[in-house]
């Protein structure tokens, strides 16, 4: 990904470029990795939990998520893999994904009585979260790229760049 991305129609556009030519990244996509299982082998579709990602170079990996509880789609038999994700659900897959426990602390005012209340505090209180204002999590907002980055280096504890500075403390 050259860093250019925009949001175009229902998907994500990004222009690749190898020595300044323009370079298709579908084909790429189809045959790129998917998620390993702990055996060390490539995942496969073990089922068909949902009917909306049938032929999606990405079903393997959505199975995988489904299978270890990190998501369970927007409705029932549907994953809707064009829809952005919001600040709320993304924070609800970290919540899965890393088994964190509930806090009694709670960190914003507006997510009270929320499906995404425990998860946003839960986050927090780790280290990882943070809000978009004081004591708001703006649990509706989609995540830009930036904020998505900084969740996942908190996430899986990378070292700060050497290059670049944390924009959040």
């Known amino acids: 990904d050259s860093g250019n991305a925009e949001n175009v129609a229902h998907h994500l556009h990004f222009q690749m470029r190898l020595n300044d030519t323009p370079v298709n990244p579908y084909p790429h996509l189809l045959n790129a990795p998917r998620l390993l299982s702990p055996g060390g082998t490539y995942v496969t579709p073990t089922a068909n939990t949902f009917t909306d990602d049938d032929g999606n170079p990405h079903e393997a990996n959505i199975e995988k998520l489904y299978e270890n509880g990190i998501t369970i789609g927007c409705a029932p038999g549907r994953y809707c893999p064009l829809q952005t994700l919001s600040r709320g659900q993304i924070a609800l897959f970290i919540f899965r994904l890393l088994n964190l426990s509930p806090t ?3 960190y914003y005012d507006d997510d009270n009585g929320s499906p995404y209340e425990v998860a946003a505090n839960a986050i927090t209180a780790s280290g990882i979260g943070f809000g978009c204002r004081e004591r ?34």
């Open 104 to 106: 009694t602390n709670d």
């Open 136 to 169: 708001n999590f703006c649990e509706d907002d989609a995540l830009p790229r930036e904020q998505m980055a900084e969740l996942l280096v908190r996430t899986f504890h990378l070292p700060a760049s050497s290059t670049d500075s944390a924009c959040w403390k």
